[in-house]
């Protein structure tokens, strides 16, 4: 059973390009959580997603972040005209059920670095 | 808003020697998860705690949930150097500060 498939592990972006960071969850999960990492820091959570539904997106920045978790196909975090304060790691979780009695399970990142 | 402070925020120990993380949080949760991260490495589940007081063991693990559960301890007895990593408390939503663990051989 795959767990949670993040790509692409690495991105490198200059300044004002786009960043598309795709997760596809564990088989069998319908809930993914993004979050972001700086260095020799805390996890923080950006957005929760359900199919097709946001279900919570108080961490997410108001400009240029936007995620969505289409019906088929990976959830997706796009950064639109990334800035060096972008750079950092972010990690997908997923979990089968509601967010209160489940476990989060991670995948291994993208590292987005924005030059 | 919610805060969930984890201390110490480092802790280097000799092998052999028991490491304890503390988190607190400035509202109450209904219940409490455990991950640890090694370094370059993704947040891994260790456990989670519902009740208030609930106290859970995995080995040299043990967990314990206040009972106000606006706290929660996480201690390592006789710690190896597989132990190092960071360790994170949270809610789901909210992480914790997070735990840096060194130990020395």
């Known amino acids: 059973n795959a767990g949670v498939m993040q790509n692409p592990r690495h991105l490198v972006r200059r300044r004002g390009q786009e960043a598309r960071l795709r997760c596809s969850p564990m088989?069998?999960?319908?809930?993914v959580y993004w979050y972001r990492q700086l260095p020799e820091e805390g996890l923080k959570f950006m957005v929760y997603?359900?199919?097709?539904?946001?279900?919570?997106e108080s961490g997410m920045p108001k400009e240029r972040f936007s995620a969505e978790f289409p019906k088929e196909g990976p959830s997706i975090l796009r950064i639109q005209q990334v800035v060096r304060g972008d750079s950092a790691a972010y990690f997908c979780?997923?979990?089968?059920?509601?967010?209160?009695?489940?476990?989060?399970?991670f995948g291994n990142g993208t590292r987005l670095t924005v030059t | 808003g919610q805060q969930v402070m984890q201390i110490p925020q480092y802790q280097h120990v000799q092998e052999g020697e028991d490491f304890t993380t503390y988190c607190n949080s400035s509202t109450t949760l209904s219940n409490i998860q455990w991950y640890k991260q090694r370094p370059g490495g993704h947040p891994v589940f260790l456990i989670q705690l519902v009740k208030s007081g609930e106290v859970k063991k995995q080995k040299r693990l043990t967990f314990q949930f206040g009972e106000a559960k606006k706290n929660s301890s996480l201690h390592i007895t006789a710690t190896q150097t597989t132990d190092v990593g960071t360790y994170f408390c949270?809610?789901?939503?909210?992480f914790g500060t997070g735990t840096r663990l060194q130990v020395f051989p």
């Open positions: 088989k069998g999960h319908s809930h």
């Open positions: 979780a997923s979990s089968p059920r509601d967010r209160s009695n489940s476990p989060l399970h």
């Open positions: 997603l359900q199919k097709e539904n946001i279900i919570d």
């Open positions: 949270t809610d789901k939503l909210i």
